[in-house]
């Protein structure tokens, strides 16, 4: 038995090589479809590995109070815009000290500025830098990482210390990047501050860097930049998750009470959990996903049909061959089993080559867009499945065909 599979095999592969030109444009067909399903799919996977890095780093027991939930509602045919009152300092203020559930801290903080300029020695920076007033919660409750120096501490945020932490690319590319950035004395509009601590390098995050930030304390950002309207953020970490939607439910009522609204109105605020964006990261790529899988699906449909009249038209071209073979005594289940391994191996080589290049377009792409590359398992264990699919599914029919031609009517075939 296994030398008649290793005959078979045998057959199969000089057959594969006696018409090179067709198996390599056959390959190349099978190659193209995989080629689109793996180059998507691993685009997509880099896309939800990136996004979910940038947002989950917050932890999933973290929640913020906002200006706005929902930006519009509707009556009727026509959308009202939904207008929230801005979260003042006083409000802000007021509900960092009244919420005191157990196991919580609250950052309170506000962007100052982004187009700061920033001084070292002689040299400056272009006018692109944001400046964030924050306290000293607000770098662990955003899932921040200080990788050289320190974060504040009360001392600083409380005794108003012109200090300030700031982001990696002051380290690696900027104004500090010939020199230990500890200790040195940078200036924002005029002020000089003494760095303190070095974030972890975090990206771009929707075309917005997150390396080209300085902090420094939230009263000392108050008294330097006075602008109408600012709109203060705030952020609760709850320490024990178990807790969290007890913690919400009790921010909500102190909202509402800073407030003064009554039991009949509604929050004119917004509540925002980390993991519900999370959810929602996952719910629209898991749609990107899908999409992949159906524009793949149509280009290796087309694949498999093409790969099935070459096949089709193999069985004819070689018919005398066929009616010789079951002259001399060969079964049908034998006809069937060659054809059947010709067309499986050209699949499975057109998937091989199909899974390479579609890592490698993926992997150019990631590169372009300046995101992390991440194998996508997931695509190529796919990948190997569909195009063994497409070579059983597209085999099958010829290699029935074959095994059914009439010897006597084969050898007379020209």
């Known amino acids: 038995m296994i030398g008649l599979f290793r005959e078979n095999v045998k057959i199969a592969m000089g057959s594969i090589r006696a018409q090179l030109l067709r198996t390599i444009l056959t390959v190349i067909i099978i190659a193209i479809g995989i080629t689109a399903l793996v180059g998507i799919l691993t685009v997509v996977t880099a896309i939800e590995y990136n996004l979910n890095s940038s947002f989950a780093s917050m932890g999933s027991n973290t929640f913020n ?35 005191n559930t157990p196991f919580t801290q609250t950052s309170l903080s506000f962007i100052a500025t982004s187009n700061a300029e920033v001084k070292f020695e002689n040299k400056k920076t272009d006018p692109e830098i944001s400046v964030l007033g924050i ?21 600083d945020i409380s005794n108003n210390v012109y200090s300030c932490v700031v982001g990696s690319d002051f380290a690696t590319k900027g104004l500090l990047k010939d020199t230990n950035p500890i200790d040195k004395i940078i200036s924002v509009r005029g002020a000089k501050f003494k760095v303190i601590g070095v974030l972890k390098e975090k990206g771009s995050t929707f075309g917005n860097s997150q390396d080209l930030r300085v902090m420094i304390p939230i009263q ?84 498999s049909i093409a790969l099935m009249n070459i096949m089709v038209v193999s069985v004819t071209e070689r018919t005398r061959e066929i ?27 057109g998937g091989f080559f199909g899974i390479i290049l579609g890592i490698l377009i993926g992997f150019i792409i990631c590169l372009a867009a300046g995101w992390d590359f991440v194998i996508p ?11 063994f699919i497409v070579a059983l599914v597209s085999g099958l029919y010829p290699a029935i065909k074959a095994s059914k031609l009439d010897p006597i009517e084969a050898l007379r075939y020209e």
Not at 135 to 155: A, I, K, M, P, W
Not at 329 to 348: M, N, P, R
Not at 377 to 387: D, H, L, M
Request: proline share 2%.
């Open 65 to 99: 109070i906002n200006q706005y939930e929902s930006t519009g509602r509707r009556r009727g045919n026509e959308e009202i815009e939904k207008i929230n009152p801005i979260i003042s300092y006083p409000e802000a203020r007021a509900f960092k000290e009244k919420f």
């Open 135 to 155: 306290d000293e919660f607000y770098l662990t409750n955003s899932g921040l990482e200080v990788t050289q120096g320190r974060n504040f501490n009360s001392f």
């Open 220 to 303: 000392v950002a108050r008294s330097m930049f006075s602008a109408p309207n600012i709109n203060y953020s705030l952020s609760t970490m709850v320490s024990k998750k178990e807790l969290l939607d007890e913690s919400i439910d009790n921010a909500i009522i102190t909202m509402r009470k800073i407030r003064k609204l009554n039991p009949v109105e509604e929050n004119n605020f917004g509540i925002s959990r980390s993991d519900d964006l999370i959810n929602r990261i996952g719910e629209l790529t898991g749609f990107l996903s899908w999409s992949a899988w159906i524009m793949g699906i149509i280009t290796i449909l087309g694949s």
């Open 323 to 349: 009616g010789v073979r079951k002259a001399l005594g060969a079964k049908k289940s034998t006809i069937a089993f060659q054809f059947f391994i010709e067309t499986l191996t050209i699949g499975q080589m």
């Open 377 to 387: 398992w997931g695509a190529i264990i796919a990948a190997f499945i569909t195009s």
